[in-house]
């Protein structure tokens, strides 16, 4: 919107998650495939789910389990126009610097660190949803989106991403990539906010609740005035 691009071209720097990187590593296991992990039934989900989201099968079967379940409960193909990286390429636009508030290795690390079984455990999950399923899920988390409550959009994040795995499974990964990320993140969003201007995009799901970004903020004594559409 114009005010959003308005603030954007007024600021000093541009922050966000984490700068996009496609080092191979990141994204795929050095020496195993899910060829021998799954079953066949399985892997059948998997060839025709990688036709539907446009991808080679030789690099889905190298594919680290958890970064496959993230794609596969996509209810669409993912294209380069995701928010954070549009919002990226308008702050290069107007020649402002950008940072992220996480290294590739730290972004990726925090489920890389979760155990071969566990990513498992999330690709079945993401394979054991129905294209309806995941069609509800992305409508009702749009008509969420609109209403701006962020706490409101991260319970439904949590009720639809949770359902379908183990509760301590799910309370491990909301803890790793929500919690323990937002303590790390706040803390480097403020000191970039410290001596100059900034425009910060993160997920909605980090904003939410006593410990994510706005209460954080404000606990640094930052106060909030909502854009105007």
Do not use: C
């Not at 183990?166 to 403020?190: F, G, H, V």
Request: zero cysteines; hydrophobic letters at 45%.
């Amino acid at each position: 919107s114009p005010s959003v691009l308005d603030a954007l071209s007024s600021v000093d720097l541009f922050v966000m998650e984490t700068i996009p990187n496609t080092n191979a590593a990141n994204f795929s296991m050095p020496k195993a495939s899910l060829k021998t992990m799954l079953t066949e039934d399985e892997l059948d989900q998997v060839r025709a789910l990688t036709d539907f989201h446009v991808m080679h099968l030789d690099h889905v079967l190298r594919m680290k389990p958890w970064l496959l379940a993230v794609v596969f409960s996509q209810s669409k193909p993912q294209t380069p126009f995701a928010q954070d990286n549009l919002l990226m390429r308008s702050a290069e636009d107007y020649r402002k610097p950008v940072q992220g508030l996480e290294t590739s290795q730290e972004h990726f690390g925090v489920i890389d660190g979760f155990g071969l079984d566990e990513q498992l455990l999330m690709l079945r999950a993401a394979l054991n949803l129905t294209q309806t399923e995941k069609e509800q899920g992305f409508e009702q988390l749009m008509a969420l989106y609109l209403t701006e409550d962020s706490d409101k959009i991260l319970a439904l994040d949590a009720k639809i991403t949770g359902a379908n795995l183990p509760k301590a499974l799910w309370q491990k990964i909301r803890i790793k990539l929500l919690d323990e990320r937002n303590i790390l993140m706040t803390k480097r969003a403020i000191l970039f906010a410290q001596n100059q201007s900034v425009f910060i995009a993160v997920g909605a799901a980090h904003l939410a609740r006593d410990g994510g970004f706005i209460n954080r903020f404000k606990k640094a004594g930052y106060t909030f005035t909502r854009i105007q559409k």
